[in-house]
């Protein structure tokens, strides 16, 4: 149950960030709900290769090539959604960003504290 709330809020700050950044469209609430369960599966599958291969870019930025990495994670899920646009790298970025923050804040206020 906890992983639907988490994919659920995921796909709701998407979709309200799609309407406040202008460099991200999706078409509807669906697409957000397909992107995060995309998210979920890059997260789970191709992040973990990532985060290993640059390894020594993101020890040597001090953290920073993580942005980048998850950057790329939306570029990747903008790839293989065809309702979704990203409008270029940066858009992505502080789209990555902005998400990450915001869906911990929100699964923040939804966790039941185990």
Known sequence: ????????VTAIVAYLLTKILPGVHFEGFSTAIIFAIVLGVLNLIVKPVLGLLGLPLT???LGLFALVINAVIILIADYFIDSMVVDGFWW???FSV????????A??????GD
Do not use: E, P
């Open 1 to 8: 149950m906890n992983l639907i709330i988490r994919l659920f």
């Open 59 to 61: 020890i040597i930025t």
């Open 92 to 94: 992505a970025l502080i």
């Open 98 to 105: 902005l998400l990450s923050i915001f869906t911990s804040l």
């Open 107 to 112: 699964n923040s206020l939804f966790s039941d």
